[in-house]
């Protein structure tokens, strides 16, 4: 009995472990998935050239994506295709993280965000607006008009591949 | 059989013809060899080097020509030093082939590192990705790295349109040549072919219009790379996103089997769309191929100018109706007009919409009127190819005749297999006015002026060509061209009698295949529509009119005042045609790709096809709305499915006897496979799984039957004299039909917009001179609204003017007119 109260005595000497949620939020560890995000490139450029590998290999079925075409005019990524259309269903989402793997432009992550609640299921639907980070300080929001045979490479080159 | 070989693959025995391929052996016994440049319908070439098998034949004696025993009694094998092309080597009796080794592996995994030196591994952005044979084979027997310098890939072009349908991405290209052979070999259009060599070479296309083929779609399926990609599906989807639906076309007699690929789209609010048209294999219709029209002139069906709800005429005005008011009033119409009452109905519909329309017609003691330009169905009913025909097959000591039809503008895939038919042996002869593609591999041509197309067949009876009257088959193609209905009616007579006194009829490979302007022309005849001789008497005289895709009155100005001048006028239709801007009621319908049915092709296929896409709401099937129409003046029609309307044809009308649903469903094994998990062997055309469809017999099958209607070497009474009109400063006025028109069912599809044939008028310059049009740019047609300009064309007959058929300009049967030059206009400043 004894050896239990100085439990409790050491816990009420210690700091409290309660957070004062939403005030006070706590930092998520470097392997938390939270939220995706779409990825920009330094000048503003989407890293998502649409494949819709993230899509293949969801096992919730939770990502539609549909792609279109660049135009030097009109340049959302890299390379010939975009994504025109990408949607999340964050209902159907579970966090698995298989479209960060599957994804060859590292163009979708997950992020730190874990504050998702809904009033309607359609508001569960996230598009490509919600899901794109902000142009990155000196960038240019897409579409962008881009010289032409720069941006030929949906895929950015990669020697050796490590994972 | 005495021609046959037995040999072993990887242990396994198999029995095969003399000359059969390696690679083609082992796919009989279910082994896989792979390939990228062989493909079972052309050649081999043995460019690619993937097929590397070891090969070992038996050890002969020289002085006996035995086959040296082994110590066990098998016979001794000697194998090559190195490996052989499985694509290029004929098999040979006692022959051992090794498919699975380390050396063949070993091989394998080499040629595909070769392969990948260049090519720019964009499967994530790449439209085969997915269904990419490179993709599959690197997978299953390729290096996992490669040894060459990473900087040393070749950077080429990635995005070179060839032409507006086709896109070439030049780095993804591996120098297989099956598009180049595709298009030299099967269907003699060498527009795009090799140019450089080594690591420099390049696909070029030589055309203006770029890659200007009508088969130019095939290359893609083909193609074992994302080198050649459709404009019409370029990023349209992921190749596993889609879902396959089987469908026939509708474009032409020959009735292509087609998978339509659908997925549901954002930016059609969610909806089911078409995302591409592929080709469906049956080897007795199209193969594996089918033509661009085909492929890329589906996108009719989710047009936004398409009817989305019923229309009834108030005060003079057509306005939106609900279906029972519509209903009401077309009843109400129908009613009032009392028991003469037309029914008009386009080839383009389904059997049951057209036998349903004709019970209706029956039910009011009207008539069923097939609207068309050529006639001669009844006969192609009589004495058609029967089942167990196939233009695959036919050969050698074959003939095959063709009147007045281009059948490259026309069917295309007609002219494909009959190519292919000539090149077999089988004795082509073609009869036309004018040259056509066809000419070209035919063993005879005939050439005629308009208006003595029967005398060429008088001449082959009399026996002009001995090889096409000894023939052991002969397949008789007719078409329209140059004639009108009456004419038609004739020259189908004709060739029924020249069929029936050479004794080809009621076999197999022997019969009259009618070349029809629609793709259920055929079915309209089988489900008891016929032709009148004068529409316009009939339209006029009129108490009511029904008509059900057709367009009378954008076809002919003439007929747009018969409608005018005709009772009530009920329209069942997709678009708002001219004839349904005329109507009292108008019907909005579902297009073929929104319900299922039956189509009959031209060589009398009955085949079915399937729901593609959710139908547009609001619009009904025809043959729903024709017994909707028929309930309300208390007819009871068939309208709770299509299998019921079809179980009913089949019990009404005799050579559809036996005929389910379930029975056309049925397939077949065919050779060779394709659309399995084997794609680089046959290409992307799609499996038949949903149905081959069955052979109609032909009526000349049954007991004591008679050719009806003998043609007694009569020519018919309209037969005109070219010179006599040309005395008189008249040309006769021949409308012609191309691949590319700018019909209801066509236009909608932009991405053909600029091959559209637009509206001219073809002369001969001798012609031209004659009738006093040299140097004149623009003629007025009498008949015709507007001047249109004139070209000029030497390979064209003399005394004939020509013009496009549904090129914006109404389609009048062939006349006499005179031309008029029009001033042009001088441009002043």
């Known amino acids: 009995m004894f050896k239990g109260l100085l439990t409790t005595l050491k816990e009420w000497a210690g700091k409290p472990v309660t957070i004062q949620y939403p005030e006070e939020k706590r930092p998520v560890r470097t392997r ?15 890293k998502c050239i649409g494949c819709s590998l993230c899509a293949a290999a969801c096992p919730a079925d939770a990502i539609f994506v549909e792609a279109a ?46 504050e998702l609640s809904f009033t309607d299921r359609h508001q569960s639907i996230y598009t490509k607006e919600m899901l794109l980070e902000p142009v990155p300080e000196g960038g240019k929001p897409t579409p962008q008009q881009t010289p032409p045979g720069v941006y030929v490479r949906a895929v950015p080159a990669m020697q050796d591949p490590q994972d | 059989m005495a021609n046959e070989v037995t040999l072993t693959i990887d242990g396994k025995t198999v029995r095969v013809p003399q000359g059969t391929l390696i690679v083609d052996a082992a796919k009989k016994i279910g082994i896989d060899v792979p390939v990228f440049c062989y493909h079972p319908k052309m050649e081999p070439v043995g460019m690619c080097r993937m097929c590397l098998v070891e090969v070992g034949r038996p050890v002969m004696d020289r002085a006996t020509n035995q086959p040296v025993l082994e110590a066990d009694g098998t016979p001794r094998i000697a194998f090559g030093a190195k490996l052989e092309t499985a694509c290029t080597t004929p098999v040979s009796e006692g022959m051992v082939v090794i498919t699975q080794n380390q050396k063949v592996a070993s091989a394998r995994r080499e040629v595909l590192e070769f392969l990948l030196t260049s090519h720019p591994l964009d499967c994530p952005i790449c439209d085969k990705g997915g269904e990419c044979p490179l ?23 990635k995005h070179v349109p060839l032409g507006e349908l086709i896109y070439l991405d030049r780095e993804r290209c591996i120098q297989c040549a099956r598009c180049v052979r595709f298009q030299k070999d099967l269907v003699d259009d060498p527009v795009i072919g090799f140019y450089q060599r080594g690591r420099s070479l390049e696909i070029v296309t030589y055309s203006e219009p770029g890659f200007d083929s009508y088969f130019s779609g095939n290359t893609t399926d083909i193609c074992p790379v ?19 639906v089987a469908s026939i076309c509708t474009h032409c007699p020959v009735g292509c089997n087609l998978t339509f690929n659908v997925r549901r789209e954002a930016a059609s609010g969610g909806k089911l769309v078409i995302k591409r048209a592929m080709p469906r294999q049956n080897e007795l219709v199209n193969e594996i191929w089918i033509c661009d029209k085909g492929r890329f002139a589906y996108h009719f069906v989710e047009s936004p100018q398409r009817l989305t709800q019923p229309l009834v005429r108030k005060n003079g005005e057509l306005v939106p109706a609900s279906w029972e008011e519509a209903l009401e009033a077309a009843a109400q119409g129908l009613k009032q007009a009392g028991e003469n009452l037309v029914v008009l109905a386009g080839g383009r519909l389904s059997n049951e919409d057209l036998f349903n329309l004709r019970k209706l017609a029956d039910a009011q003691r009207g008539k069923a009127i097939l609207y068309t330009h050529m006639g001669g169905g009844d006969l192609t009913q009589q004495v058609g190819l029967t089942p167990g025909s196939n233009l695959g097959s036919l050969g050698k000591g074959d003939a095959v005749l063709v009147i007045a039809a281009d059948l490259h503008e026309e ?6 297999r009959l190519k292919a038919a000539a090149e077999r042996g089988a004795v082509l002869v073609v009869a036309g006015a004018r040259p056509t593609r066809l000419e070209r591999y035919a063993a005879k041509v005939m050439r005629y002026r308009y208006g003595e197309e029967l005398n060429i067949i008088q001449s082959l009876m009399d026996g002009a060509v001995p090889e096409l009257s000894q023939a052991e088959n002969l397949v008789v193609f007719y078409g329209a061209e140059g004639l009108d209905l009456l004419g038609t009616n004739a020259l189908a007579q004709a060739c029924a009698t020249l069929l029936y006194r050479s004794g080809h009829y009621g076999r197999p490979n022997n019969g009259l295949v009618g070349v029809w302007k629609e793709g259920n022309a055929q079915g309209a005849w089988d489900m008891g529509f016929h032709t009148v001789g004068n529409y316009t008497r009939t339209l006029s005289e009129a108490a009511a009119v029904l008509i059900a895709a057709a367009d009378p009155a954008g076809d002919d100005p003439l007929l747009a005042q018969a409608l005018d001048r005709a009772g009530f006028v009920v329209v069942q239709e997709l678009f708002l045609t001219e004839t349904a801007r005329r109507a009292d009621v108008v019907f909005p319908a579902q297009s073929f790709a929104e319900r299922e049915g039956t189509f009959t092709s031209g060589e009398r296929r009955v085949q079915r096809f399937y729901p593609v896409i959710y139908p547009v709401p609001d619009c009904r099937a025809d043959f ?23 179980l009913q044809i089949a019990s009404e009308i005799s050579h559809y006897q036996g005929l389910t649903y379930p029975r056309l469903a049925e397939v077949e094994e065919q050779w060779p496979p394709v659309g399995r998990s084997d794609l680089y062997y046959g290409g992307t055309a799609y499996d038949n799984r949903q149905g081959m469809g069955v052979a109609l017999p032909a009526l000349c099958q049954q007991q004591g039957w008679q050719l009806p209607m003998f043609w007694n070497d009569r020519l018919p009474e309209r037969t005109f004299e070219l010179a006599a009109m040309n005395q008189q400063g008249m040309v006769w006025l021949v409308p012609f039909n191309r691949l590319y028109d700018r019909g209801t069912t066509v236009k909608p599809s932009q991405l053909l917009e600029k091959r559209m044939v637009s509206a001219h008028i073809a002369l001969h310059p001798e012609t031209a001179r004659a009738v006093g049009l040299s140097g004149v740019e623009k003629v007025q047609v009498e008949g015709l609204d507007g001047p249109l300009p004139l070209v000029l064309d030497e390979t064209l007959p003399q005394g004939v003017a020509f013009y496009p058929r549904s090129a914006g300009v109404p389609a009048l049967a062939p006349r006499g007119v005179k031309l008029h030059a029009v001033k042009a206009e001088v441009q002043e400043g």
């Open chain 1, 32 to 46: 938390f998935k939270g939220r995706h995000v779409l990825k920009r490139y330094e000048n503003g450029l989407e």
């Open chain 1, 69 to 114: 075409e660049n135009t030097d005019e009109e340049r959302y990524s890299p390379g010939e295709r975009y994504a025109r259309v990408y949607e999340i269903n964050m209902l159907r989402c579970i966090f698995c993280g298989f479209c960060e793997d599957a994804c060859p432009t590292e163009a979708i992550v997950l992020g730190d965000n874990y």
């Open chain 2, 135 to 157: 993709q599959n084979l690197t997978m299953g027997y390729g290096p996992a790295e490669s040894r060459f310098l990473f900087e040393e890939k070749m950077h080429l072009a």
């Open chain 2, 226 to 244: 994302g080198a050649l990609t459709t404009a019409d599906f370029r990023f349209g989807a992921r190749p596993w996103e889609l879902k396959p």
């Open chain 2, 411 to 416: 069917a295309p895939i007609w002219w494909m």
């Open chain 2, 624 to 646: 729903v709305i024709t017994a909707q129409v028929a309930r309300k003046l208390g007819h009871a029609l068939e309208m709770a499915s299509p299998a019921k309307v079809f």
